[in-house]
């Protein structure tokens, strides 16, 4: 099986935040294999815009440097990397003032696709939308990417939408959330909507319950004094996981075409009902050999933030109601994993008896690390001596149907600037989308605010704190483990 390489429009890419952490660790090593893979056109430009000073030949050894450490040991042709460093420049640029702009404008080209990563802090975001108007950069078909956090609550994402609308229209915003890039993100729509042997089991009266766990295995580090005004509910629950919800819950799009699914996806957010306290649990992570605590990370020996939350959350509609939901993330976990889980209920009726124990199909999404699906399908343990049942997996790994093509597949970084410079907003949030979230999330913040909750302590290297097991124990459910 080899995937298909399908050439974009020559385009000039600048990247506000060009000397950045995320430039040099994702944007400039994805775009690099993109290069080597034949799907960045000649003619095309990519153009780093920040404060620091250097010029064109500095900033490819930064960019060289950058592929080196972060291109994943892509290997190229000969001299391929020099030709990519070719379609690369610099300017020096004062998002807040007028240096740079004049210059930056003078390398942009007419009839050419143009795009603008804002890869700076979202305090930027109105300025630089402002100049790139002022100093005639931007075009009715330019496209401007803007990265998370959104908004810290539904009042500054009306705002920063606001911002963003004076200068830009919403078919020229993509709002980026890198888990929607991945290949089995992508999977899991083609599963649902293009097999027959699930649609008609999505939905309450088969499925038992639904869970979404992203666990990491650091710590905040150096993130502190920003992670400990948002916490992992804003950190992630609000923007990854509610992503990841939309997909698994939502109905059916009539098209799929980026306002048909981004519609249907608007309909689950609105669709969540408000989440009893009790149903949520918040932790820190604490001290062991390997790493301080929580508290000793953010500097503040009395942070209420949370490193970890769980939660069970309902959705009101006829395909979902009475199937619960259990979301779960946290850092300093005993394994790096993102997964969604699909469990289905028990037969109606065993004829096996007691002895055979009880066994559920469950189809599970891993989207890191080793991105593919397994379903465990009941069958007899090999052996004499009685009927005995065991679940098996059913296993669709990337590495194994791919083999060696399984490293050409692009990443999720990889896909979704591809995606800008086409045109396609379809794996990008609408701005009703990100307002919803947050119309949301802000109650559950601000009840735990006023109940002045003090988050659980929980081991590092565990599965979070002990209340998180005891929320799905209460229904008579477990947690799927934790592993890479």
């Given at each position: 099986?080899?995937?298909?390489?399908?050439?974009?429009?020559p385009f000039d890419l600048v990247i506000?935040?060009?000397?950045?952490?995320?430039?040099?660790?994702?944007?400039?090593?994805?775009?690099?294999?993109?290069?080597?893979?034949?799907?960045?056109?000649?003619?095309?430009?990519?153009?780093?815009?920040?404060?620091?000073?250097?010029?064109?030949?500095?900033?490819?050894?930064?960019?060289?440097?950058?592929?080196?450490?972060?291109?994943?040991?892509?290997?190229?042709?000969?001299?391929?990397?020099?030709?990519?460093?070719?379609?690369?420049?610099?300017?020096?640029?004062?998002?807040?003032?007028?240096?740079?702009?004049?210059?930056?404008?003078?390398?942009?080209?007419?009839?050419?696709?143009?795009?603008?990563?804002?890869?700076?802090?979202?305090?930027?975001?109105?300025?630089?939308?402002?100049?790139?108007?002022?100093?005639?950069?931007?075009?009715?078909?330019?496209?401007?990417?803007?990265?998370?956090?959104?908004?810290?609550?539904?009042?500054?994402?009306?705002?920063?939408?606001?911002?963003?609308?004076?200068?830009?229209?919403?078919?020229?915003?993509?709002?980026?959330?890198?888990?929607?890039?991945?290949?089995?993100?992508?999977?899991?729509?083609?599963?649902?909507?293009?097999?027959?042997?699930?649609?008609?089991?999505?939905?309450?009266?088969?499925?038992?319950?639904?869970?979404?766990?992203?666990?990491?295995?650091?710590?905040?580090?150096?993130?502190?004094?920003?992670?400990?005004?948002?916490?992992?509910?804003?950190?992630?629950?609000?923007?990854?996981?509610?992503?990841?919800?939309?997909?698994?819950?939502?109905?059916?799009?009539?098209?799929?075409?980026?306002?048909?699914?981004?519609?249907?996806?608007l309909k689950v957010i609105r669709a969540?009902?408000?989440?009893?306290?009790?149903?949520?649990?918040?932790?820190?992570?604490?001290?062991d050999e390997n790493g301080p605590s929580?508290?000793?990370?953010?500097?503040?020996?009395?942070?209420?933030?949370?490193?970890?939350?769980?939660?069970?959350?309902?959705?009101?509609?006829?395909?979902?109601?009475?199937?619960?939901?259990?979301?779960?993330?946290?850092?300093?976990?005993?394994?790096?994993?993102?997964?969604?889980?699909?469990?289905?209920?028990?037969?109606?009726?065993?004829?096996?008896?007691?002895?055979?124990?009880?066994?559920?199909?469950?189809?599970?999404?891993?989207?890191?690390?080793?991105?593919?699906?397994?379903?465990?399908?009941?069958?007899?343990?090999?052996?004499?001596?009685?009927?005995?049942?065991?679940?098996?997996?059913?296993?669709?790994?990337?590495?194994?149907?791919?083999?060696?093509?399984?490293?050409?597949?692009?990443?999720?970084?990889?896909?979704?600037?591809?995606?800008?410079?086409?045109?396609?907003?379809?794996?990008?949030?609408?701005?009703?989308?990100?307002?919803?979230?947050?119309?949301?999330?802000?109650?559950?913040?601000?009840?735990?605010?006023?109940?002045?909750?003090?988050?659980?302590?929980?081991?590092?290297?565990?599965?979070?704190?002990?209340?998180?097991?005891?929320?799905?124990?209460?229904?008579?459910?477990?947690?799927?483990?934790?592993?890479?």
């Amino acid at each position: 099986m080899v995937s298909r390489v399908i050439p974009v429009d020559p385009f000039d890419l600048v990247i506000f935040g060009g000397t950045g952490d995320l430039a040099r660790r994702k944007i400039l090593p994805g775009l690099f294999r993109r290069f080597c893979a034949g799907q960045m056109p000649e003619g095309s430009q990519i153009i780093g815009a920040a404060r620091s000073e250097m010029d064109d030949a500095e900033y490819r050894r930064m960019v060289s440097d950058a592929v080196a450490e972060f291109g994943g040991g892509r290997t190229c042709e000969a001299g391929t990397l020099d030709a990519f460093l070719d379609t690369v420049s610099y300017v020096t640029t004062d998002a807040k003032g007028d240096g740079g702009w004049v210059e930056l404008n003078g390398k942009m080209r007419a009839d050419t696709v143009r795009a603008f990563y804002f890869s700076v802090a979202p305090s930027l975001f109105g300025d630089l939308a402002e100049r790139l108007h002022r100093f005639g950069l931007a075009t009715p078909e330019s496209r401007i990417v803007v990265e998370k956090p959104f908004g810290h609550d539904l009042e500054s994402a009306r705002a920063l939408n606001a911002t963003l609308a004076q200068h830009f229209h919403e078919t020229q915003i993509y709002r980026i959330d890198h888990y929607l890039g991945k290949e089995t993100v992508q999977n899991l729509m083609a599963v649902r909507f293009g097999n027959m042997l699930f649609e008609p089991l999505w939905n309450a009266q088969y499925v038992d319950h639904i869970q979404i766990t992203v666990a990491e295995t650091v710590g905040v580090g150096g993130r502190g004094g920003y992670y400990d005004k948002s916490g992992a509910m804003r950190d992630m629950v609000q923007n990854h996981l509610m992503q990841l919800l939309c997909l698994i819950a939502m109905e059916p799009p009539a098209k799929f075409e980026p306002d048909a699914v981004r519609d249907e996806k608007l309909k689950v957010i609105r669709a969540l009902e408000p989440v009893d306290w009790h149903h949520i649990v918040r932790g820190q992570y604490g001290a062991d050999e390997n790493g301080p605590s929580y508290r000793e990370d953010v500097e503040d020996p009395k942070s209420r933030t949370e490193s970890f939350i769980a939660m069970k959350c309902h959705i009101s509609n006829w395909r979902w109601a009475g199937t619960p939901f259990y979301l779960r993330t946290g850092k300093r976990l005993k394994a790096r994993a993102s997964e969604i889980a699909v469990v289905f209920k028990d037969a109606p009726h065993s004829i096996f008896g007691a002895d055979a124990g009880r066994h559920r199909n469950v189809l599970a999404i891993r989207l890191q690390p080793n991105e593919g699906m397994t379903l465990d399908v009941t069958i007899k343990e090999p052996g004499p001596g009685g009927m005995r049942l065991v679940d098996v997996p059913l296993d669709m790994s990337f590495a194994d149907a791919l083999g060696p093509d399984a490293e050409e597949v692009p990443d999720a970084y990889e896909r979704l600037i591809m995606d800008v410079i086409r045109g396609n907003q379809t794996l990008f949030m609408r701005g009703d989308e990100v307002e919803a979230a947050w119309a949301w999330t802000d109650p559950l913040i601000a009840g735990w605010q006023a109940r002045n909750d003090v988050p659980k302590t929980y081991d590092p290297g565990s599965s979070g704190p002990e209340d998180a097991l005891m929320l799905m124990h209460r229904d008579g459910r477990k947690w799927r483990e934790v592993k890479a």
